[in-house]
């Protein structure tokens, strides 16, 4: 039985084993940095994750961006296993926006050493009508199509791609006819453009070039629901230039409240979730999850 014991105690790295050579490196370098008290699983898809978890190790740690701790929350959140297990994570997306609202080192070996001295944190989570978890956060407009911009440009300017996308884009939006609801309360209407809505968890996306919500934390028990309405070309530069500094809430035409439960409908419209474009979001109704799985977080981000 002792031996067990120890074997759960053992932290297990979840990396992709379909990740190029700069992240192999990368692994290489953090499990020498935690020594003999990590054990890497590599995992190609859904099947493979399963079976990692079916091990039974007590600490988790996700390797990866944000799409990678999205896709183990899911299966812990299937498993019904988010309360029974710690969660780390390793940053080595090309955004990695939930790292930066926990204020996790963005340099892997660094994110090891404050993952060994690292806190355990009860975090919040979203939930939608049909079983998905959201981790950071999920948007709709011109977020998500930044987000499927960016991702055209993302092998030839990594990080610098969200930007790009989002100049692109920008220019280009017209805005989308949807109706927002926060615990049951019109938040915008139909009548109006939306340029952008968003539920955010964490207080970033697109690799940080955008500030969703300078106060959001992922231990409030609150969704963060921004929406901004659309307007002419100009005001649209200017509404970018004000979420690059998170200076966009005092604006008028931009709606900031907390809630509950949120539900979005209306007209197809391209969505976002973690990083990863979805195109069927709209109709769904997503509500907070407070506290619901242990994260290893910095000792930093429970003074913050």
Known sequence: MQAVA??????????????????????DAVMERLGGRAKLSRCAGPAELDATLDLGHDTIVSAGGDGSLHALANALHRRGELGTRTVGLLPMGTGND??????????????????????????????DDTGEVTVNALHFGAGADTTREAHRW???????????????????ARGYRLHVE???????????HSLMVALAN???????????????????????????????????????LHLYRGTHRGAD????????????TGRKTLGSIDGEVKEELVGR????????WNFL???????G
């Open 6 to 27: 120890e074997w759960r105690r053992i932290i297990l790295v979840i990396t992709n084993s379909r990740a190029g050579t700069a992240t192999a490196e990368r692994v």
């Open 98 to 127: 939930f790292a930066r609202a926990l204020g996790i080192p963005l340099d892997p070996v660094e994110a090891a050493d404050t993952l060994l001295r690292g806190i355990v944190r009860p975090l919040d989570l979203l939930v």
């Open 202 to 240: 964490g207080a970033n996306i697109g690799a940080g070039t955008a500030i969703l919500d300078p106060t959001a934390r992922a231990d409030d028990g609150t969704i963060n629901v921004v929406v901004s309405r659309s307007r002419g070309r100009l005001a649209r530069v200017r509404y970018g």
């Open 182 to 192: 926060a615990d049951g309360a019109t938040v915008i209407g139909p009548e109006h």
């Open 285 to 292: 109704t997503w509500r907070i999850l407070p506290g619901v």
């Open 253 to 264: 035409d931009v709606h900031h409240v907390h809630a509950h439960t949120v539900r979005v």
């Open 154 to 172: 993302k092998r030839l300017l990594g990080p610098l791609s969200y930007p790009m996308g989002g100049l692109i884009t920008g220019w280009a």
């Open 297 to 303: 977080v910095p000792k930093e981000y429970l003074d």
